[in-house]
């Protein structure tokens, strides 16, 4: 089995599109490899994650750094 293990820290990406006179923007949060992860993932876990790649299998998994007790 050959499984990569990275740590790796979500970046805050925060854009803006003009539509007619309004602006609005928008936020969402990456990994590295393009993975996006919803908000209220970041809220509850935090910024620390570990992806762990699979090229056996092709999969790859996404784990908290902090665990809950």
Known sequence: M?????????????????????VYTYTYYTLP??????????????????IEKDDEKGTIVIRPKKQTT
Do not use: M, Q, S
């Open 33 to 50: 490899l393009n993975l996006y992860i919803p908000k209220n993932v970041v809220e509850k876990w935090g910024t620390e994650f570990v």
């Open 2 to 22: 050959t499984i990569t293990t990275r740590d790796v820290t979500v970046r805050k990406v925060v854009g803006r599109k003009t539509v007619k006179d309004k």
